[in-house]
């Protein structure tokens, strides 16, 4: 069973900074790709950022320049980098892991991490 462990989320002011990081059971390269989606009250989950295997990354537009997603393979983790937060990331923040099988894609989620921008 693949555990997704995300620590890293909190409070935080406008304009500042967070560093979400999600701790895999399994080693990430093993993942065909990882990544972060988020969910805000009474809206649905969406994409925050994925990096694929090669290392290509998909942004979502309304984070792109301000959040950057990492990888740590050696320490099979994936992170991402938060800068400049707006009143609107504010979100449960959950990481993702996919692996592509024969027949199917596995998906796997963490439990989520909040975090929180207010004044």
């Known amino acids: 069973q693949v555990q997704l462990v995300e620590s890293g989320g909190g409070l935080v002011q406008p304009g500042g900074s967070l560093r979400l990081s999600c701790?895999?059971?399994?080693?990430?390269?093993?993942?065909?790709?990882?990544?972060?989606?988020?969910?805000?009250?009474?809206?649905?989950?969406?994409?925050?950022?994925?990096?694929?295997?090669?290392?290509?990354?998909?942004?979502?537009?309304?984070?792109?320049?301000?959040?950057t997603i990492s990888r740590d393979n050696a320490q099979n983790m994936v992170s991402l980098q938060m800068s400049n937060?707006?009143?609107?990331d504010t979100a449960v923040y959950y990481?993702?892991?996919?692996?592509?099988?024969?027949?199917?894609?596995?998906?796997?989620w963490g439990r989520g991490t909040q975090v929180t921008v207010s004044s």
Not at 85 to 88: C, D, G, R, T, V
Not at 99 to 104: D, F, K, S
């Open 23 to 67: 701790a895999a059971s399994e080693s990430t390269f093993s993942f065909n790709a990882m990544g972060w989606y988020r969910q805000a009250p009474g809206k649905q989950r969406e994409l925050v950022a994925t990096m694929i295997s090669g290392g290509r990354t998909n942004v979502a537009d309304s984070v792109k320049g301000r959040f």
């Open 85 to 88: 937060l707006k009143l609107e």
């Open 95 to 108: 990481c993702n892991a996919r692996r592509a099988t024969i027949g199917a894609i596995l998906e796997y």
